[in-house]
């Protein structure tokens, strides 16, 4: 399934993991900011989450490091890439 056609139809969660402080300077809009390094301490609060999860940073890197750590805990996720993409899909919203 595409990362844009899961966020059209608003399925899932979307998850940024980058620092809170980038998250702070901007962000998909009812994404919520999980940064890469916690996402180990905080699976329980993550498999609660709204599948499937859509991870975006700054330009895909690092969502796709978390995709690979999610995927092999179980988790239906997706890297959407660049949170820029992403809140490019969701304003499409009509």
């Known amino acids: 399934m595409e990362v844009e056609k ?5 399925r899932g969660t979307i998850v940024d993991v980058r620092s809170y402080d980038e998250f702070i300077g ?4 009812g994404s919520i900011n ?5 996402i180990p301490h905080r699976m329980q609060e993550i498999q609660e989450l709204k599948a499937p999860l859509v991870l ?11 995709q690979v750590f ?7 996720c997706y890297n959407g890439g ?4 992403v809140n490019y899909y969701q304003s499409q919203i009509e």
Do not use: F, Y
Request: proline letters at 3%; glycine letters at 12%.
């Open 26 to 29: 901007g962000h998909v809009a």
């Open 34 to 38: 999980i940064p890469l390094n916690e």
């Open 6 to 10: 899961i966020i059209k139809e608003k």
């Open 82 to 85: 660049s949170w820029m993409d």
């Open 70 to 76: 999610l995927t092999a805990h179980g988790l239906e």
């Open 56 to 66: 975006c940073c700054a330009s895909g890197n690092r969502s796709g490091q978390a």
